[in-house]
């Protein structure tokens, strides 16, 4: 049985940072691009940041480009966002995603997702 399972949510002060982690466990991901989506109350689930199984393409959404950043270890079959000059807008409920040979910051593109873990920033 696929599980992502997220951690590293919390509560912080706006310009704080936080480290969310995901790991992938129940099939080899090999090929599998990972992401992070993001929801917030009444808002529709949208797109933060993916990385292809080589690292060679890395996206991110424009309003966390220069602030947030995508890393993966697929030796422990885990990927991580890195948050950094956190702000109130950013609060929402993280989801990591997987996704085989995809390249996009579309939610349907992706095949596996985790429960989420909540991040609220205040001001």
């Known amino acids: 049985q696929v599980q992502l399972v997220e951690s590293g949510g919390g509560l912080v002060q706006a310009g704080g940072s936080l480290r969310l982690s995901c790991a992938a466990s129940?099939?080899?991901?090999?090929?599998?691009?990972m992401g992070w989506f993001r929801q917030a109350p009444g808002k529709e689930r949208e797109f933060v940041a993916f990385?292809?199984?080589?690292?060679?393409?890395?996206y991110y959404a424009e309003s966390v480009k220069g602030r947030f950043a995508i890393s993966r270890d697929n030796a422990k079959n885990t990927v991580y966002l890195q948050m950094n000059s956190l702000r109130p807008e950013d609060t929402a409920v993280y989801y990591c995603?997987?996704?085989?040979?995809?390249?996009?910051?579309?939610?349907?593109?992706?095949?596996?997702w985790g429960q989420g873990t909540q991040v609220t920033v205040s001001s």
């Open positions: 995603t997987a996704g085989l040979r995809v390249a996009s910051s579309r939610p349907y593109d992706y095949e596996y």
């Open positions: 990385m292809t199984w080589s690292g060679g393409s890395i």
């Open positions: 129940g099939r080899t991901f090999t090929s599998y691009t």
